[in-house]
């Protein structure tokens, strides 16, 4: 006879109960495994998903890149509305956004006193503008959390490369730290250097990246006016790393974890880690560096007409999520406002059918109506069963006792289930522990392997080819680094395009 849910789950407090009332002390949590997460980690990675906001004097010249000549003029965004740019990114249930308050170019997006090169000097607003302060007051009104890019390099200041360049920009950044309320994320970029207007000297200049910036003295003005905030550096500010490509996607084995380390015996900066290390990371890394996988909607990072008819699709943009959020990091979806400063609607088209694919695919969980049998349950306590797998939360999770590294997880239904998403999450404030893991299906007359998957971390999805039928499913955990810690399983089924 199958026992539903809560039977099973009124079976293991029985057998706590027993152990208690004859006198055995139950076991506590399972120790931490290597690096762990910062609760300020644990809450950016729960984001899942953010988006980044490319606006300046680029989205006008139709460049990518400025050379930081341009006229502050230039930038005139007739229509501008930051309330529809933020409502855009929330239709796609992305939960913060990182806008370009200084790119390449130079150009301040606020009324800096640092620079000329500013909006402050523009025909926007006769002057009297502020991006920032628009962007990020919008934010507020509409629950989206505010982050800032702000670029290290700088082609239009004559002083870039000198030492009073650093005063320049750490001026700047203390200027948005401190002016434009709670901050969340921190980007620095890592293009640095090369040819520029440089106040009219038009030379190339080049910089030693690894010292040039004294970054941890850039990093303590952060901490100190934005102690919350996370920061973006690659490895070298502490938080995350880039994932190595601008593309959105992690390797299909990807740690959450990673090591620092000296590029050629010199300090690390921005832009001098490879691609490769950060697509995977590295098992049993020193510290919890999570990947943030970055992709624009378009092909391009700013605003270009001629892109109009090139913006990624809902299914794009899903299959982008299970590929970042599904092996552990985090989607930064770029969504650029036109030159009218909105956002264009095929993108918000595309967002809105995003958004929907995500809630609809993960609203049921076919575990829901399962039922559960563990390997093994930690001391045999309640509090560890499987069943907490189908409870979102901080403090719930299916552990196993300290020497069993390698248990199953049985899943019964009383009729087959049709699915083609299989999702796990770790219990990461415990560490990485899972190695590999096995899915198999019960096809009448036995189990046959159907997928396979090594890292999890705080979110591992595992996308089949195809949908499969099935009234049994076993979760097997080939091996782990230490007692296994699951916060969360669940088997679920994209939707059927309507025809």
């Given at each position: 006879m199958l026992w539903t849910r809560r039977e099973f789950?009124?079976?293991?407090?029985?057998?706590?109960?027993?152990?208690?009332?004859?006198?055995?002390?139950?076991?506590?949590?399972p120790t931490s495994y290597g690096a762990t997460p910062t609760p300020l980690q644990r809450c950016w990675q729960q984001m899942e998903t953010y988006a980044f906001v490319h606006f300046g004097v680029n989205t006008f010249t139709d460049k990518e890149w400025g050379y930081g000549d341009e006229s502050p003029d230039l930038f005139n965004p007739a229509n501008f509305d930051p309330d529809q740019i933020v409502e855009s990114i929330k239709m796609g249930g992305l939960k913060g956004l990182i806008l370009t308050a200084k790119h390449h170019d130079g150009f301040?997006?606020?009324?800096?006193?640092?620079?000329?090169?500013?909006?402050?000097?523009?025909?926007w607003m006769a002057g009297k503008g502020d991006v920032v302060r628009a962007i990020s007051d919008a934010a507020r009104r509409h629950s989206v959390k505010f982050g800032i890019y702000v670029s290290p390099w700088d082609r239009n200041a004559a002083t870039y490369g000198t030492p009073t360049y650093l005063q320049m920009y750490r001026e700047q950044i203390r200027e948005l730290m401190t002016g434009?309320?709670?901050?969340?994320?921190?980007?620095?970029?890592?293009?640095?250097?090369?040819?520029?207007?440089?106040?009219?000297?038009?030379?190339t200049r080049k910089i030693d990246q690894s010292t040039y910036y004294e970054w941890s003295e850039t990093q303590a003005i952060v901490r100190n006016y934005q102690p919350s905030a996370i920061i973006h550096g690659q490895t070298v500010l502490g938080d995350m790393r880039w994932v190595?490509?601008?593309?959105?996607?992690?390797?299909?084995?990807?740690?959450?974890?990673?090591?620092?380390?000296?590029?050629?015996?010199?300090?690390?900066?921005?832009?001098?880690?490879?691609?490769?290390?950060?697509?995977?990371?590295?098992?049993?890394?020193?510290?919890?560096?999570p990947p943030e996988c970055d992709v624009s909607i378009r092909p391009g990072w700013f605003w270009h007409a001629s892109e109009d008819a090139s913006v990624k699709s809902s299914g794009e943009l899903f299959d982008l999520y299970t590929k970042s959020v599904g092996r552990g990091g985090l989607l930064l979806l770029n969504v650029p406002p036109n030159r009218d400063g909105v956002i264009c609607e095929q993108d918000r088209k595309s967002l809105v059918g995003f958004h929907r694919?995500?809630?609809?695919?993960?609203?049921?969980?076919?575990?829901?109506?399962?039922?559960?049998?563990?390997?093994?349950?930690?001391?045999?306590?309640?509090?560890?069963?499987?069943?907490?797998?189908l409870e979102a939360g901080e403090k719930t999770f299916w552990a196993t006792d300290d020497t069993v590294t390698s248990p199953t997880l049985e899943v019964r239904f009383s009729q087959a289930v049709e699915f083609d998403i299989f999702r796990l999450k770790e219990?990461?404030?415990?560490?990485?522990?899972?190695?590999?893991?096995?899915?198999?299906?019960?096809?009448?007359?036995g189990f046959r392997e159907i997928a396979q998957a090594t890292s999890i971390g705080i979110c591992r999805i595992v996308r089949l080819n195809s949908p499969v039928q099935a009234s049994g499913v076993r979760i097997r955990i080939q091996s782990s680094s230490a007692s296994v810690v699951l916060a969360e399983a669940g088997l679920y089924r994209t939707p059927v395009p309507a025809k």
């Open positions: 789950v009124a079976g293991s407090l029985t057998v706590a109960a027993s152990s208690v009332m004859k006198g055995v002390t139950p076991v506590g949590d301040c997006l606020w009324p800096t006193r640092t620079t000329e090169h500013s909006v402050r000097n523009s025909k434009y309320g709670p901050i969340f994320l921190v980007w620095f970029d890592g293009a640095n250097g090369g040819d520029g207007y440089y106040g009219g000297a038009r030379e190595g490509n601008e593309k959105g996607y992690a390797a299909e084995t990807c740690w959450e974890t990673f090591t620092p380390k000296e590029a050629n015996g010199r300090p690390l900066a921005p832009g001098g880690i490879k691609g490769s290390d950060l697509k995977t990371g590295e098992r049993h890394g020193s510290k919890w560096l694919l995500v809630e609809r695919t993960f609203a049921h969980n076919l575990l829901e109506h399962a039922h559960l049998i563990a390997s093994n349950v930690r001391d045999r306590q309640a509090r560890f069963s499987a069943s907490h797998l219990a990461t404030q415990f560490g990485q522990r899972i190695d590999a893991v096995v899915i198999d299906v019960w096809d009448g007359s």
